[in-house]
């Protein structure tokens, strides 16, 4: 991916994440952690294609897919896949 394809990928990151924001605002709050969730998916898919993963990463972003639309019908079973991603993510800071 060329620094100009980055840009362009972590501006539509950026617009995304502002929106979000802006949304929130009238959004249910439980939709704050799964836009969260969502963002952290985008930003490992465009780190995944600029070849910076440990394999912690696409775990992670799997994760996530796999789950977080639980948030629509079981929020604890959503918060319970919340606790399990921050689990992952900082075993692999060690």
């Not at 952290?40 to 789950?67: H, N, P, Y």
Request: net charge negative.
């Amino acid at each position: 991916m060329s620094s100009a394809d980055l840009r362009g990928e972590a501006h539509k990151l950026l617009c995304y994440m502002a929106t979000s924001a802006r949304n929130l605002v009238g959004e249910p709050p439980m939709y704050g952690p799964f836009r969260l969730v969502d963002a952290s998916s985008r930003l490992i898919d465009i780190l995944e294609r600029q070849g910076v993963d440990d394999g912690t990463l696409t775990e992670a972003r799997a994760l996530i897919e796999e789950k977080k639309y639980l948030v629509m019908n079981d929020e604890d079973a959503f918060v319970e896949f919340l606790d399990d991603l921050v689990m992952l993510l900082a075993r692999s800071l060690v």
